[in-house]
């Protein structure tokens, strides 16, 4: 039963990440809803990022957007960020860890709707990666990679929030390094879930089938309007499952 339900929040996790963004929001505490210490949900979450990761950038590499070289510079800094967020979340209290991710789930959420990175886009800035622009690209990262490791769920929104503003960069190139980076630190961070014996591997193997079909099914998805709602759908889901995970619904039920 836990199988199926992974599987089937994998499908709905993949599609949302391909049509809106967002998908960690649900499956991490999913996982942890179905009984999975918070750090084991947090280790196993990864097994299905990590695949589609490696999707996601051979899908930009045979567009012809991969940049190796800047993906070391900002991935070196993210990496080492990582495995401290790791450890950092491991070393927590499964009730302190509820939390904290139902506060962040809440957070992630405003920026899903406000969308802050369209802010920062603009095609006549245009793009600067001057030495000092990626030194401070670089110190970035490293939190970036801190909170990949800790939580990761949202981390797109952020990442493509900094390089916008940061660098100029255009939307395409931004999402290539968004994945090439994150597989960067997320095989950091994966080692230490894994070495600490936090990691389900039937849950997250399914988890990532899961995604993977989700990902093709929100691919080929072309109803006028779903990114408005898929929106709604996540206001809605997270919203509510933050509450279970801070204890309101005993409150108010």
């Known amino acids: 039963m836990e199988i199926a339900i992974v599987l089937i929040v994998g499908i709905i996790a993949g599609f949302v990440n391909v049509v809106g963004g967002g998908g960690s929001l649900i499956t991490l505490p999913v996982l942890i809803l179905l009984g999975l210490p918070s750090a084991v949900a947090n280790g196993t979450n990864r097994i299905a990022l990590m695949v589609q990761s490696i999707v996601a950038i051979g899908y930009f590499k045979n567009k012809g957007y991969f940049y190796p070289k800047l993906s070391v510079i900002l991935g070196i800094p993210a990496l080492v960020g990582s495995i401290l967020g790791a450890k950092f979340a491991i070393s927590m209290s499964d009730a302190l860890f509820n939390r904290v991710l139902a506060i962040v789930m809440l957070v992630v959420l405003v920026l899903i709707i406000l969308r802050p990175e369209k802010w920062f886009l603009s095609e006549e800035k245009g793009e600067d990666l001057s030495k000092i622009r990626l030194i401070a690209a670089s110190a970035v990262f490293f939190a970036v990679g801190f909170y990949g490791g800790f939580?990761?769920?949202?981390?797109?929104?952020?990442?493509?929030?900094?390089?916008?503003l940061i660098t100029g960069m255009s939307l395409v190139k931004i999402n290539s390094l968004k994945v090439a980076v994150t597989l960067i630190y997320m095989s950091a961070?994966?080692?230490?879930?894994?070495?600490?014996?936090?990691?389900?591997?039937?849950?997250?193997?399914a988890l990532a089938a899961g995604n993977a079909l989700g990902a093709?099914?929100?691919?080929?998805?072309?109803?006028?309007?779903?990114?408005?709602?898929?929106?709604?759908?996540?206001?809605?889901?997270?919203?509510?499952?933050?509450?279970?995970?801070?204890?309101?619904?005993?409150?108010?039920?």
């Not at 939580?151 to 916008?164: E, K, P, R, V």
């Not at 961070?189 to 193997?205: A, H, Q, R």
């Open 151 to 164: 939580i990761q769920a949202g981390i797109g929104f952020i990442i493509i929030s900094a390089l916008a």
């Open 189 to 205: 961070s994966m080692l230490v879930f894994i070495f600490s014996g936090k990691v389900d591997w039937v849950l997250g193997l």
């Open 216 to 253: 093709y099914l929100g691919g080929i998805f072309t109803v006028s309007g779903g990114d408005k709602w898929i929106r709604i759908f996540l206001v809605v889901t997270v919203s509510l499952m933050s509450a279970k995970l801070l204890g309101i619904h005993k409150i108010l039920f």
